[in-house]
């Protein structure tokens, strides 16, 4: 009985209130006004699309516009509000390449944004360059003293020992001409 009186319920609009109103005309007598509150959407609904509105503006500022900071930041955004959506990966590796290209910025490293895309989304097909990307760093700290040095003048460019850095980087270009690092 009560499914049949419920959709029976007609939806009008009281415009004075400005409230949903709902008319009951089950009974034949005169209608019963009963308010009806709005249906939100859930947080996490919101969390998507402000996640997805992010990406879109990184997106603008990391293709079109080039703005490598802005793109950073509004990807790092899209990331917070939705972690799990399926374009991460994407976002992620773009991170990470952006992190390479410019490393006179504070960005964190690229290997970071790899090994966070290896570990949370491995069966995209960013997570699989990002693996090559991994490896052939893995490699080149096994093999090539230079790394070491460059990471250390690194250390030096964060202490602001400039001139330090430069003495370590010419070190490394005159010592190592061959490395990948020189």
Known sequence: KKAGRIDSLLATSDSLKGKNVVQDTTHGKSPVQVTRQPVLPSADSLHMLKSIAAQELGDIFYSEIVVPDSAFYWYNKSLLWSYKNSSNARILYILAELSRTNPERKYPTPE???SRLDHD????????EARRF???ISSLAKTDTALEYFAQSEKQVDAKEYEKAIATLRFI???FPRSPVA
Request: glycine share 0%.
């Open 112 to 114: 970071e944004y790899y």
């Open 121 to 128: 989304f491995p069966e995209s097909m960013y997570a699989e």
């Open 134 to 136: 991994l490896r052939k």
């Open 173 to 175: 270009v005159q010592s």
